[in-house]
């Protein structure tokens, strides 16, 4: 497996897991008693300045606290804006992501991109506290794109 940082110095912003989560879907199913809430229909949840979309939401939650969240889609997207300001996104067509442990898990057609660098693979693993990825299989290929720094940003020693 490949094993990358997305910059050197970005991570999902560190208050985000401290905002109220807003959802919006065509149908929702809550159970109190096992903690599971399916949410279905052009799904949008909303936590700070990350965004998830899918078709098809599952939270999980222990304790009274969100700890796992399952999104399928034609592409479910990912999208949050690290404390520098960089924005990282994320789409797949089944996301797995692990509260607890700063983790989402991208299957099929997965793909990440931030300040224009591209990752795709069929698996990739994205430690949001760290931007750190980890991506590939023994099975399918991993494709990165890396933007040269000077396309980047503006060059004002000219």
Known sequence: MLMCVVSSTSHARSDDSEQPIQISANTAELND??????????VVMIQGTTILKGDKITVH?????????IAFGDLATYQETTDEGDVVYAESEEMVHNANKNKIELFRQAKITQLGNVIRSEYIRYLTDQGLIDTGTKKDRVNITI?????LFNDDTQ
Do not use: F, H, L, M
Request: aromatic fraction near 4%; charged fraction near 25%; avoid cysteine.
């Open 61 to 69: 939650t222990e304790n009274n606290a969100v700890s796992r969240i």
């Open 33 to 42: 008693k096992s903690g599971v809430s399916i949410y279905r229909g052009d």
């Open 147 to 151: 933007i040269p720094q000077s396309k």
